[in-house]
């Protein structure tokens, strides 16, 4: 059984005397809500009626009066409860009991209300009436503000707030601000796209064969037809088979998934955005890809301007342009142009760059640029011309066989967007894809498989086309000035939750008395605690079993402080 807090235990006992008082806590009949809080204060009136709903956020109670905050999906307004004005007959007990002692912070209710304003000029509404319509049992980590006007007790452990993210919008409103605009980039998107006409389609997650990108898949089983299948890693061959058929620019916004690292520009699940757009080639859509991002850019945030940690960015069209080949000469000083995989090799590793007998010379190229370039380009920068090592979907240079039309936009030192003239020869696709399984056999478990449907549906011939794929979950950072992924995700993927310890409340004392990061006697905390010699013994055994504290010598001196 959970152990509860005594608040908690408060809660539940609160929800049984509702239940006793003939309450339904948890009511199923609609709510009719007719003002949100902005609404009534944009549009203000004096003694007009409103009904609102949302989470009882504060309240002072002063007898038979009572300020509190209500709390909506818009944002806070001031409500004034009257005992009074709620109870008009000899019955007060829907204030007296209901309303002050079996309510609670974060308790959501309906309140129908007439509208006015205090003497110090707060727009507030008069309760009329109110009803409970979902009590909480469990107390929101709400922060706390003294006297000073000084806040303690904040919600703020990045930890806590990703496991935990109803409670992160609860109490931190600006987390939600962060969400909208992601919503407003991924409508800005499809309206520019919408507008040019191009499709928004929808390709399987669940793959014969991972393709579209250089990745270690998940892998799962399907029982039905007994095969191995695997999550999407892209699905840029899906919709190149749309282009086949006849389309001539088809679009998606896809949850990716990735069975490689996690760190604060990486989740294994991701959304990304890919378009295609038939008789194009990468040149016309460097413009495309600066037009939609300027587009974007306003859309969210009302100018092109954003602000990225120390940087100041700008998302105006039109954005430097630099090969890749012209990027490593820069700022490394040498040139990859027509290097074997062993002088690749052998200067990766000069310029102390980890590199391993699995790699090619696309993934050697790649290291080089990544270590020694990428984080270089802080406003946005096309970097053009890739080797074609580095990419075996796209097509060869038209000036150059060792080269492939193909850009990154970076920004900030990283990769946002990335794009193609595809590739439509299938002889040359083929002869991709076979060096792509050279280096598997070799031991590289994110080189490419074969993809024999997908070949087929090339023999029967691909218009020229250029391919467009961005990160939304990077871009939306840039664009919100977040440092990390799981600021931007709903949900981010997290380790385990470790199960609570539940402790004595000797070892909650001894606990207690410890402060973050510090060292102290251990004398010094036995005599503040109060214990007697066997129970404070217990207690410190406890808490260094659950690895909660550290008790250490330093020269003759005992200390103790938290793990």
């Known amino acids: 059984m959970q152990q509860l807090s005594e608040q908690e235990q408060i809660r539940r006992d609160k929800l049984t005397a509702i239940r006793k008082a003939g309450i339904n806590p948890y009511p199923a009949d609609l709510f009719p809500v007719d003002h949100t809080t902005t609404g009534i204060k944009e549009n203000f009136e004096e ?13 002072r109670i002063q007898g038979k009066a009572s300020f509190a905050e209500l709390q909506d999906s818009k944002g806070r307004i001031q409500v004034y409860f009257n005992r009074d004005e709620i109870c008009t007959g000899e019955d007060k007990s829907k204030y007296n009991d209901l309303y002050k002692k079996l309510l609670d912070i974060g308790d959501f209710i309906g309140i129908e209300g007439e509208l006015f304003k205090t003497q110090v000029g707060e727009m507030t509404v008069m309760v009329k009436d109110f009803h409970l319509l979902s009590k ?12 000073e ?17 109803y409670a992160d ?47 270690r898949p998940f892998v799962t089983h399907h029982n039905a037809l007994d095969i191995p299948l ?33 760190d604060r520009t990486h989740n294994p699940e991701f959304t990304a955005m890919e378009i295609y757009v038939a008789y194009k080639d990468y040149n016309w859509m460097m413009e495309f890809t600066e037009q939609l991002l300027e587009h974007c850019a306003e859309a969210v945030n009302g100018t092109t301007d954003a602000t990225f940690g120390e940087h100041k960015i700008n998302f105006k069209a039109p954005y430097k342009r630099l090969s890749m080949t012209d990027a490593i000469i820069e700022y490394t000083g040498f040139d990859i142009t027509g290097k074997s995989e062993k002088e690749l090799y052998e200067a990766a590793k000069g310029m102390d760059i980890e590199v391993d007998d699995t790699m090619g010379k696309g993934k050697l190229i790649d290291e080089i640029f990544g270590e020694k370039c990428e984080g270089k380009f802080i406003q946005p920068t096309f970097i053009t011309d890739y080797p074609k090592e580095m990419s075996p979907l796209c097509k060869e240079h038209r000036d150059n066989p060792e080269l492939t039309e193909r850009f990154e936009l970076m920004v900030c030192g990283k990769e946002i967007a990335n794009a193609y003239s595809e590739l439509n020869d299938p002889l040359d696709q083929r002869e991709r894809f076979e060096e792509q399984l050279k280096l598997s ?16 549906s090339l023999e029967y011939g691909m218009p020229p086309t250029s391919g467009l794929g961005i990160g939304m979950d990077r871009l939306i950072m840039f664009l919100t000035n977040k440092q990390s992924i799981q600021e931007v995700l709903f949900f981010p993927q997290m380790k385990p939750e470790k199960k609570a310890v539940e402790l004595s409340e000797e070892e909650k004392e001894v606990f207690k ?40 010598k330093e020269g003759e001196t005992l200390n103790m402080k938290i793990s």
């Open 47 to 59: 003694g007009k009626n409103v009904v609102i709903a949302g989470r009882l956020m504060s309240r």
């Open 169 to 215: 919008l609860a109490v931190n409103p600006k987390v939600k601000e962060i969400f909208v605009k992601r919503t407003k980039l991924f409508n800005a998107m499809r309206n520019f796209f919408n507008e040019r006409e191009y499709f928004e389609v929808e390709t399987p997650i669940l793959q014969s064969i991972p393709g579209g990108a250089a990745a």
């Open 441 to 456: 056999e070799k031991g590289d478990d994110e080189a490419m498989f074969i993809d024999n449907d997908f070949l087929r």
């Open 230 to 262: 695997y999550l999407r890693i892209a699905n840029e061959l899906y919709l190149k088979r749309l282009i086949v058929g006849g389309f001539d620019g088809v679009y998606e916004f896809s949850k990716n998934f990735r069975n490689e690292g996690m």
């Open 513 to 552: 008395l410890l402060k973050n990061d510090s060292v102290h006697e251990l004398n010094d905390i036995k005599e503040q605690s109060g214990l007697s010699n066997k129970k404070w013994d217990k207690a410190v055994k406890g808490l260094r079993k659950h690895k909660m504290i550290d008790v250490f």
């Open 149 to 165: 006007g000084n806040t303690h007790d904040g919600f703020n452990d990045p930890e806590q707030r990703y496991r935990q993210r």
């Open 136 to 147: 909480a049992l469990r107390p929101l980590p709400l922060p706390k503000t003294d006297k």
